[in-house]
């Protein structure tokens, strides 16, 4: 049990019940989510609308496996690339709804990748998380193509747990590639499923396509990490949000504790005053904490 105390998992696996704002409404948590989507989506337009910021629309596979590219006129040729995983619970969003990050992250001169993924229940989350798995292949391919020499990725929620497979991905890493890699953000994720997996509010009707053998194996929490010498110029950051459930940020502090244990550079903070959905909207805005922290891993 992540945590003890509660009594209703549906609860503690729904970031909306969580946050503190939209209190005036009838339903919080439905207006959170909806003022989410109205807000990032918004940012993804004001992107080429209003801050004269370019885009690639580019695929790495069939359906819904796109990636768009961001840059800017002064975007250098070897600029770093950053590259964020949404979330949704692998059954909703996509990248019209996941680009807050990117105004701030171009304007210092990062190439920023936006990806989507074939969603549950057009395929099993064991299925997404091979696709994932040919992402992330996909993406080290177009950093040597295009003569990329550093990738940071982030993901938030579900995409998190998503990112985690780039530790546990033998067919997709290597040496060579893992050296690119700068850092890993992991913001708050679920690593694992074995609470989640049977709640009908989570995975209704198992759209998810789970067992309980499955939930576990694709469980970033329950894997055995053989490749960790390879990892050892990457910084990892596990991040939680402060009006996060106390579940959520308890999965967040032992991913980050088993990480540490096993061998990674891996850290563990709580973001103060951010709820799960203001954490990702506050990344289009160049002062907020969330962009303060995710530019200065560049830094550390
Ligand atoms: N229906 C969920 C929504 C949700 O879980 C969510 C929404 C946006 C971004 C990430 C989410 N969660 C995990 O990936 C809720 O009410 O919290």
Request: net charge negative.
């Amino acid at each position: 049990m992540y945590n003890p105390k509660s009594k209703d998992l549906d609860r503690e696996y729904f970031p909306s019940y969580h946050t503190t704002r939209f209190q005036d409404q009838p339903e919080p948590n439905m207006a959170v989510q909806e003022h989410f989507i109205r807000l990032t989506q918004q940012h993804e337009r004001d992107l080429t609308e209003k801050q004269g910021i370019s885009v690639d629309h580019l695929r790495y596979g069939g359906g819904r496996r796109l990636v768009d590219v961001f840059y800017n006129e002064s975007t250098p040729d070897h600029a770093p690339l950053f590259v964020f995983v949404h979330g949704g619970y692998w059954q909703m969003l996509d990248k019209s709804s996941s680009c807050s990050l990117v105004g701030p992250l171009v304007r210092r001169g990062y190439r920023v990748a936006v990806m989507d993924y074939n969603l549950c229940p057009d395929v099993t989350l064991e299925k997404l998380m091979k696709e994932f798995s040919g992402f992330i292949s996909w993406i080290f391919d177009y950093a040597e193509l295009t003569n990329v020499l550093e990738v940071t990725f982030a993901g938030h929620s579900a995409g998190a747990h998503l990112l985690a497979q780039i530790l546990h991905s033998q067919e997709a890493m290597s040496p060579q590639r893992s050296k690119k890699v700068w850092a890993l953000v992991f913001l708050c994720g679920v690593y694992d499923l074995r609470e989640l997996y049977n709640l009908e509010s989570v995975n209704p009707k198992n759209i998810l396509g789970l067992s309980q053998q499955s939930a576990e194996t694709l469980s970033p929490m329950l894997w055995e990490y053989t490749d960790v010498a390879i990892w050892s110029s990457t910084k990892l950051y596990v991040v939680a949000a402060e009006h996060d459930s106390t579940t959520f940020i308890e999965q967040s502090r032992r991913f980050a504790e088993l990480l540490k244990k096993t061998g990674f550079r891996a850290s563990f903070k709580v973001f103060s005053k951010y709820d799960h959905f203001d954490i990702i909207e506050e990344t289009a805005i160049d002062e907020s904490e969330v962009s303060k922290f995710l530019r200065n891993i560049r830094m550390d």
